[in-house]
């Protein structure tokens, strides 16, 4: 048996619950929402009223619920939407008149959020917010647009999507690692195109975002990076090494290793499911005249290509 706490291996993953850009999306609703407030009826639509840049909105959204499994043939499932409350779709204001029949949420925990309620057919609602446009690298935002806390909507029944992870070593094993598997429902999470930089272009393709607590960035929380899931196995990994800083981005210098004493896994669900979240503590460094950091980096290696097996994107998932 492993003696430090900080060799939690075989780390499975605590769906709790927590993005979206319009490819990498639960559903955006709103930044930076004050004064957020939720109702739904017994017909599948839901009223979201928040209040942003000092004006009072209310959405309407309606018509879906979980998701597809990947498909080349029919759309991931997406919410119709309606921001003037249901003038525009209805020509009546929905927002005032629609009865709340949304009662006290008995779903599964989830993280990020702000409020959930379940429905009459014992469907969920929830709304969370979430840091996504962080910049990577544990570099503080320099643009407003970065510092944003977007606000999603889902709707789903029975059980959440799955994040597996995995932490080990790589590179002549120097280097810290984590590797995993996102997953609904049994069925791999993935898209079908992506542009050059890894940007889903397809309401399928999903990434993955990693924020690492107390590191060479600093005390705290900070985003390390984001990659997407791979075809056609919902696989992932990311090795913790120093990198420049990307194009576009302020000449901070070389940017050390990221790892750190704590890892925060994120992926927003496919289709209209919620955002989920795995959390997990770090692996020591690696040494290599410990048996027990040998055998893990063994069965490590041994797991990840197994989920890596058939790999179809441009940067594979390898161990070295």
């Not at 499975?12 to 927590?18: I, S, T």
């Not at 917010?129 to 510092?147: C, F, H, M, T, V």
């Not at 995995?166 to 690692?177: A, E, F, G, I």
Request: glycine residues 10%; hydrophobic residues 35%.
């Amino acid at each position: 048996m492993l003696r430090s706490p900080r060799l939690a291996f075989a780390l499975l993953a605590v769906v709790l619950a927590a993005s979206a850009a319009p490819a990498s999306a639960s559903t955006l609703v709103a930044r930076d929402a004050l004064d957020v407030s939720l109702k739904a009826d017994a017909r599948g639509r839901a009223v979201v009223s928040y209040t942003a840049a000092g004006r009072k909105r209310h959405v309407l959204l309606w018509d879906a619920v979980n998701a597809r499994a990947p498909s080349t043939s029919a759309p991931q499932v997406e919410f119709k939407r309606d921001y003037s409350g249901g003038w525009g779709a209805f020509r009546k204001p929905l927002w005032k008149t629609m009865r709340n029949a949304c009662g006290a949420y008995d779903g599964p925990p989830l993280a990020y959020l702000v409020v959930a309620c379940t429905a009459p057919d014992g469907s969920h609602w929830a709304l969370q917010a979430w840091s996504r446009p962080l910049p990577n690298l544990g570099i503080d935002p320099w643009k407003p647009e970065q510092r944003a806390v977007e606000l999603h909507l889902s709707h789903w029944s029975g059980e959440l999507p799955r994040l597996e992870v995995w932490l080990d070593w790589v590179n002549t094993r120097k280097y810290h690692h984590l590797f995993g598997r996102f997953t609904y429902r049994g069925e791999p999470v993935y898209g079908f195109a992506a542009t050059p930089r890894g940007n889903p272009l397809d309401r399928y393709g999903r990434l993955v975002y990693v924020d690492t607590y107390d590191s060479a960035y600093g005390p705290g929380w900070r985003r390390e990076n984001s990659f997407l899931a791979h075809r056609p196995n919902g696989n992932f990994c990311y090795g913790f090494y120093a990198h420049d800083p990307y194009p576009g981005y302020p000449d901070v210098g070389r940017r050390p290793p990221g790892n750190g004493a704590r890892y925060r896994v994120t992926a927003s669900g496919p289709g209209v499911t919620p955002i989920v979240v795995w959390e997990g503590g770090a692996l020591p460094d690696y040494n290599r005249r410990n048996p027990e950091h040998v055998e893990h980096e063994r069965r490590m290696n041994q797991l990840a290509a197994g989920l890596a097996a058939g790999d179809e994107s441009r940067t594979r998932c390898t161990q070295r």
